[in-house]
């Protein structure tokens, strides 16, 4: 045994499930819910998108809108069985689009003013819903 399969062995199955799906093609990133329900609670740390019982475990991802999201599903379910070696259900919390937040990005532009932007957008809505006006 390599120096890097037996601290890959000593990884926690969380965190080595964790990486297997993020190598996926097509998963951007794990997501932990609304309220960071999804996870798994190590000592010290959590690691947020999977959760582990006894006989099952699930993993809930975003995918790259670019790719087939069943078939991204399908990989992160099989590639998470492989290493925990019990069934795995995956749910699509997101998707995401790099081409589309590229363009968002240089629709509100990079000097910082987006920020401004933004919470002056978010007053507006606020008034809307108080059922104030700017007018």
Known sequence: MTAESAS???EPLAKRIA???????GVVD???GLFGEVATY?????????????????VHIVVDL?????EVAAA????AEQIADRPFSVTVEDVTSPALEASEASETGTTGSAGSASAESTADTARQFEGGSDE
């Open 8 to 10: 890959a062995a000593d």
């Open 19 to 25: 990486r297997a799906v993020l190598a996926v093609p």
């Open 30 to 32: 794990l997501d932990g």
């Open 42 to 58: 190590l000592p010290g740390e959590r690691v947020s998108g999977v959760q582990l019982s006894d006989d099952e475990g699930s």
């Open 66 to 70: 670019r790719h087939d999201l069943r």
């Open 76 to 79: 992160a379910a099989a590639a």
